[in-house]
């Protein structure tokens, strides 16, 4: 038969905007994953690690160095036929691809297609989208997290123009005069389509010509010459600035909503939706995708503007509402220790599991197959009514099947995991 649980050698990717060396949680938690020959390089940057079955950087099975995904298509009841037919899986596929990233420089201004569009442009740009599935996200901080994400209301952007002279100085006189006109208007649609056509010209903007701008910008910043309404952002500006120096995607801040997020505190992104992390360590799981179309902070090499402008949505608003954790109550125990991050995205969820010294967790049966990763301490994980068991510790994952009722035990010192998952009703 077939085991239930088992662990995994999850993939890393070594993107520039990850934290170097030890200083890296991804690097912390590869050093402890079981990946054959991994030793920390203090001079290399460690941005993702990546767990599931997509191609571009596939998960294996730690006892036998197979494919997740073949040893899933042998055993297609792992995963499940319910959540088989439901997501139209093939190849031993899972419909979410789970991550930890550790950054400390901003990842680019960016943007995933809806699932019809990214099926549409695959022919036709393969080095943006190098698959046809769609990909929304939710971001989990585990330490204090920045990002960009999502247009700020009109009406902020209109108080930017009014008072930043170098944003204004980007734009002809007559995209400014309609777009201060209508930016208080109650009309959404006329909210929109100003917004679209701002966006558009910025978007469009010779790059070399708009880096003349943000110089203008951060030499008046530097200068201590910003107004009252200006102190804020400009803290933003310098800070991007000092990653990207001069680069025209410092003017986001005045186009995006910007947060700062706590440890425990989560998102969801939406396909179409404009947004960059800055720094942080999180958790992001996603539709199973790594369709990514970006706009800055990016090499001119990989932007591809007509198909950003094609695919971005315009659904300006202010701030972020965060996903609300909940008590997850399936377990024979019902305690504190599993919060439910359960975003609008049907291809997952995520639970955070913290287990005390000498405690134990206990989760009922889900409909459909998980992955866990340890990211503080070590514990055990029980299954099959308590006759089988691993041990588990920092950096280490595990595949858990659907339908498998599971218990987390830590001894000597308590342990934390998140666990992402698939369901239907």
């Not at 003349?212 to 804020?232: I, M, N, P």
């Amino acid at each position: 038969m077939t085991e239930q649980v088992f662990r995994l050698i999850p993939a890393t990717l070594n993107y520039p905007w990850g934290k170097k060396g030890s200083s890296s949680l991804v690097a912390q938690l590869a050093d402890g994953a079981g990946i054959p020959d991994f030793k920390i390089d203090e001079s290399k940057s460690y941005a993702e690690i990546w767990m599931g079955t997509h191609p571009n950087a596939p998960t294996r099975v730690h006892s036998t160095g197979q494919l997740l995904s073949e040893h899933l298509a042998a055993h297609p009841e792992l995963v499940g036929e319910p959540i088989i037919k439901r997501f139209g899986l093939e190849n031993g596929r899972i419909p979410f691809l789970f991550k930890v990233l550790s950054f400390d420089k901003a990842l680019p201004v960016q943007i995933h297609p809806n699932k019809h569009a990214a099926e549409h442009v695959q022919s036709e740009s393969l080095k943006a989208h190098v698959d046809s599935n769609h990909k929304p996200a939710m971001a989990l901080a585990l330490s204090d997290f920045s990002a960009l994400c999502g247009f700020l209301p009109t009406f902020q952007v209109s108080e930017f123009l009014s008072f930043v002279p170098e944003f204004a100085s980007l734009f002809p006189s007559d995209i400014i005069t309609h777009f201060t006109s209508v930016a208080r208007s109650p009309d959404e649609s006329e909210c929109k389509a100003a917004l679209k056509d701002l966006f558009s010209f910025y978007a469009q903007i010779d790059k070399e010509e708009a880096s003349v701008h943000v110089k203008s910008l951060v030499d008046r910043y530097q200068a201590g010459k910003e107004s009252d309404e200006e102190k804020t952002v400009k803290l933003l500006v310098l800070r991007l600035h000092e990653m990207y120096p001069n680069d025209s995607g410092i003017f986001c801040a005045f186009i995006l909503n910007h947060f700062d997020l706590k440890p425990g505190h989560a998102f969801s992104v939406a396909t179409g939706e404009p947004h960059a992390y800055i720094t942080g360590d999180i958790i992001e799981c996603m539709a199973a995708s790594d369709n990514t179309i970006p706009l800055a902070f990016s090499p001119p090499s990989h932007l591809d503007i007509p198909t950003f402008l094609t695919n971005v949505v315009y659904s300006p608003a202010p701030g972020r509402a965060l996903i609300q954790p909940t008590m997850f109550t399936r377990g024979s125990t019902h305690t504190s220790g599993s919060l439910l991050y359960n975003p609008p995205i049907d291809e997952l969820a995520v639970m955070q599991v913290i287990v005390a010294k000498g405690g134990v967790e206990s989760h009922h049966k889900l409909r459909g197959p998980s992955i866990a990763v340890v990211v503080e301490g070590e514990g055990t994980v029980v299954w099959a009514e308590g006759a089988k068991r691993l041990g588990v510790g920092k950096g280490q994952a595990v595949f858990i099947a659907a339908g498998t009722e599971v218990k987390y035990s830590a001894f000597e010192t308590a342990f934390k995991l998140y666990r992402a998952f698939v369901e239907v009703a």
